[in-house]
């Protein structure tokens, strides 16, 4: 097997999922998901070395329905061991159900790559990429672009003994980039501690940054979402990037707390020791040290339950004299971003800190001056980082932004009260490039005569031509932070 590079794997993935699509009269959800059993019969192989690879095809299986049978055969057994060990995500009853001859070509076109050895980026964004074109829904998901999670997560700086949750994980990007982010800087404190870097380790080296890496992806990243699909997807996501899976779970988070389900609450308990029956109302969920999340937008899909708006100052009327005060009163309805900001909030404990997109409005719009207020009042305002226009195109357009907030203990919200906020300095920026163009097309550095930029391939000797010079090839996307 070897590593995929550049977009090999994300035309491998779309190769497979259009055969499957084109071939067994599924609807892409179905196809989607049939693909997904396939990824884990894929990985869930390559975990068994050194034991003799069993997710293979032959050419000579494949060009006849016999052996496109025993390349079915093969693969079940390996699906059987896939079933025991995520319960959390197949059943018993869950089977393969692509017919033999397109089962054999998709595993033909894997078989040739390490799905655990290649970068995560490269398998993040082709596996992001077929889930958004077959998952993304009409609630206001649009999934964030990987520069993107990647400038939030860098920014909050996640360390590793810090409890990491997106409150809307869709198919589960931020939490794995904040994972790939924990155990780069986990992977420097090995090279620093033994003198040596990670290809020089002796077993024993390996094992033991192993073991850190398994235990922090068991404990400290989460994933909540509404969406059961996406929740599926965000676990497969996990599993693909370093096998934490099992904190990811289904659940309407707006809900109030003593309302949410008994195996979500069962699940939290266990990992903060925690009694279920004390996770009951806003003031007793603030277990996290980060939140990093995008999410659901839009006026098209109101929060008008009066039961989950009591919950939240910011779903009360509030008036202006010179300054915001709160009402008693209920809106009739609220965007469910507004909400989703003070929900994040009360999951933060004091001093967490937070990286949330929300559209512009929310930072601009007069009428709701009170959220800024609110905001300012709770949280100091590290940065604000005003996103390209053409961010989420070409599924959306809307216009937003970037706020890292450090919540306030109600001690500092109280002696602010008294004595006034001092002056401290706030990061801005803007955005000027994100590597792509509003229909989505990549955008490349060009020279002051509009030719792109190229630069020497020095990482690929392999691209040497025959004089011995290096090849030229694309420099990296324009993007700007």
């Known amino acids: 097997m070897k590593n995929a590079v550049d977009d090999n794997l994300l035309f491998v993935f779309r190769t497979c999922h259009d055969y499957i699509y084109g071939n067994d009269g599924l609807h892409k959800d179905k196809a989607f998901f049939e693909f997904l059993k396939i990824i884990f019969c894929k990985i869930e192989d390559e975990k068994n070395v ?3 690879l069993n997710f293979y095809a032959t050419s000579g299986e494949r060009k006849n329905p016999d052996g496109q049978l025993v390349v079915k055969q093969r693969i079940e057994k390996i699906f059987n061991a896939v079933k025991l060990r995520y319960p959390q995500i197949f059943s018993d009853a869950d089977n393969l159900e692509l017919t033999p001859r397109s089962l054999a070509r998709v595993v033909s076109e894997l078989q040739k790559y390490s799905l655990l050895n290649t970068n995560i980026d490269i398998k993040g964004k082709a596996y992001e990429e077929i889930v958004g074109a077959n998952l993304r829904g009409d609630r206001g998901e649009f999934f964030t672009p990987r520069n993107v999670m990647k400038m939030v997560v860098d920014m909050i700086d996640p360390q590793l003994d810090e409890k990491i949750l ?3 994980c869709g198919t589960g990007g931020f939490p794995v980039i904040a994972m790939t982010h924990v155990i780069d800087a986990l992977e420097k404190f090995f090279v620093d501690e033994f003198k040596a870097p990670r290809a020089d380790w002796n077993e024993d080296i390996r094992r033991q940054f192993q073991a850190q890496i398994a235990d922090s992806a068991s404990k ?15 676990k497969m996501n996990m599993v693909m990037n370093n096998d934490g899976s099992g904190n990811i779970w289904q659940a309407n988070s707006l809900l109030p707390p003593h309302e949410w389900s008994d195996d979500f609450k069962r699940g939290l308990a266990r990992i903060f020791n925690l009694a279920p029956e004390n996770i009951r109302n806003a003031n007793s969920i603030a277990l996290f040290d980060v939140i990093v999340t ?9 929060i008008d339950d009066e039961h989950i708006l009591r919950q939240f100052d910011l779903a009360h009327i509030w ?3 010179g300054v915001w005060s709160m009402t008693d009163d209920l809106r009739s309805s609220v965007p469910p971003e507004i909400l989703f900001v003070e929900r994040c909030t009360q999951l933060l404990k004091p001093g967490g800190r937070m990286g949330i997109v929300l559209p512009d409005s929310i930072l601009g719009s007069p009428g709701l001056g009170y959220i800024r207020a609110w905001l300012i009042r709770n949280h100091k305002i590290l940065a604000s980082i005003d996103l390209h226009a053409d961010t989420f195109q070409p599924h959306n357009g809307t216009q937003t932004s970037v706020l890292i907030l450090q919540k306030k203990s109600p001690a500092e919200i109280a002696n602010e009260e008294r004595n006034g906020i001092d002056d401290y300095e706030i990061f801005m920026a803007q955005v000027e490039r994100v590597g792509h163009d509003k229909r989505g097309n990549a955008t490349f550095k060009r020279d002051d005569d509009g030719r792109e930029i190229l630069l020497d391939d020095k990482k690929n000797p392999r691209r040497r031509n025959r004089r011995g010079r290096q090849n030229l090839s694309r420099l990296e996307k324009k993007t700007s932070r």
Request: hydrophobic share 35%.
């Open 50 to 52: 050194p034991r003799p």
């Open 166 to 168: 997106d409150s809307s």
């Open 220 to 234: 400290n990243f989460f994933g909540f979402d509404l969406n059961p699909d996406l929740v599926k997807a965000a």
């Open 294 to 302: 995008n999410p659901p937008f839009g006026s098209k899909i109101p």
């Open 319 to 321: 008036t202006f004299d």
